[in-house]
């Protein structure tokens, strides 16, 4: 199985990083709604990770920092499961296109929330969030397939 060139890989865990600092930050939403970056740029980078190890340290550092003042709780479990269970479905049944990317984020955004709240689905703040997190996901999926001879 091929991994993930060292140097690239350490540029993915510092991006992770600065996303989930940015995903938190005061002040940090458009018109209200804080989009989901962990999901925006984890589900398109399982299309071009083929190292399952390499993939799960980056969920692993992605869901500890989506709360860390909290320890370890529900959120965290969550977001790692849906991280898990996206590299699943992605492997078994996704082909690598944008089409695809799309199914995994909504996917992704729905599971997330259908744990942690259940209700805030049938807002309209969620179906923005989710435009939100298409967006920026087709951005990280161009990313990622422009410099994919580096993920593989």
């Given amino acids: 199985m091929n991994k ?3 140097l690239f890989f350490l540029i993915l ?3 992770v990083l600065l996303l ?3 995903q938190r930050a005061p002040g940090f939403s458009f018109f209200g709604i804080v989009p989901g970056l962990l999901i925006a740029f984890l589900i398109p980078l399982s299309f071009f990770i083929e190292d399952f190890y390499q993939y799960f340290a980056l969920i692993i550092f992605g869901s500890a920092l989506a709360q860390p003042r909290a320890g370890i709780n529900l959120i965290s479990f969550v977001i790692l499961g849906t991280f898990l269970v996206s590299w699943w479905v992605r492997r078994k049944f996704l082909v690598q296109s944008l089409y695809s ?3 995994a984020i909504t996917f992704a955004t729905l ?3 259908l744990f942690i709240a259940p209700s805030f ?3 309209w703040a969620f179906l923005l969030e989710l435009l939100y997190n298409e967006v920026i996901a087709t951005v990280f999926f161009g990313i990622f397939w422009r410099y994919k ?3 593989s």
């Fill in 121 to 123: 689905i049938l807002s």
């Fill in 13 to 15: 865990f510092v991006a």
């Fill in 149 to 151: 001879h580096f993920l």
């Fill in 4 to 6: 993930v060139k060292p």
């Fill in 101 to 103: 990317n799309f199914l």
């Fill in 20 to 22: 989930a600092s940015l």
């Fill in 111 to 113: 599971l997330v929330y």
